[in-house]
Nanobody, 122 residues
Framework: HVQLVESGGGSVRPGGSLRLSCEASVDGYASYCIGWFRQAPGKEREAVAAICTGDGRAYYHDSENDSGKGRFTSSRDNAKTTVYLQMNSLKPEDTGLYYC????????????WGQGTQVTVS
């Protein structure tokens, strides 16, 4: 059964942290790219980060995260076929429904989506 299951969302105060998990049950997991997206109320869905499960390279929509100075960090544990999004120094504008999605060919086409996990910062 092919699926992605997110967890780890919740309600936190500004400045708090959360770690989202995305457990993947997919064939060929080790060669996937897993992306993180979020959708705030009344806004379009936006990309947050992506990680290659093979070599662990991570990419971020916010360039500050690429430099290690940002607030979000994506990682993976291939033994658990799970990808994580560590979110620190959370802001109210980070509120939204967070999804993970799988891109089997790492070409930016995400064709398998999880159900989402809610993050509320207030």
């Amino acid at each position: 059964h092919v699926q992605l299951v997110e967890s780890g969302g919740g309600s936190v105060r500004p400045g708090g942290s959360l770690r989202l998990s995305c457990e993947a049950s997919v064939d060929g997991y080790a060669s996937y790219c897993i992306g993180w997206f979020r959708q705030a109320p009344g806004k379009e869905r936006e990309a947050v980060a992506a990680i290659c499960t093979g070599d662990g390279r991570a990419y971020y929509h916010d360039s500050e995260n690429d430099s290690g100075k940002g607030r979000f960090t994506s990682s993976r544990d291939n033994a658990k076929t799970t990808v994580y999004l560590q979110m620190n120094s959370l802001k109210p504008e980070d509120t939204g429904l967070y999804y993970c999605a799988a891109d089997p060919s790492c070409r930016g086409i995400f064709d398998l989506w999880g159900q989402g996990t809610q993050v509320t910062v207030s």
